[in-house]
């Protein structure tokens, strides 16, 4: 039981002052109980997870901070394989170029890279690096 917030026929939000509603929601943990095998992974949170519960504009756990988790897990992917960044920015790298950080050395060891950043593959040549248009979308150099 909880207390929900609706819209009115006017469309203003209302925030309840009593219980209004059951809200049926799920946790991961909700389900151990009906596992038969069950297997717990302790992982670096910065490399491994970024939880999205919030709507656009909410300072935790929200789009924005989800996108500067993947960008910055990739830029540590890039700094590893002996890549260099000249400046502050977005990175992305396509998954079809690599999905955990492997095989990125030949691409970008002892190169430098203006942010922002994304590493895709062409039909053309293998490999490229985009940048990102003024409207937000990666796109092609």
Known sequence: RKKIPTINSSG????????????????????????????????????????????????????????????????????????TFKNEGLCEISPLVSCTGENLEDLVKDKFFSLPLHLEVTHKNGYHNGHTGTNGLHSKL
């Open 12 to 83: 203003e939000r209302v925030l309840p002052t009593e219980i209004n509603g059951i809200k049926m929601e799920k946790f991961v943990f909700d389900v151990f109980q009906f596992s038969e095998k069950f297997t717990v992974l302790e992982v670096a949170r910065n490399e491994e997870f970024s939880p999205l519960k919030n709507p656009p504009g909410a300072p935790k756990c929200s789009p924005q901070t989800c996108l500067e988790d993947l960008s910055n897990q990739h830029k540590r992917w890039i700094i590893r394989a002996g890549g």
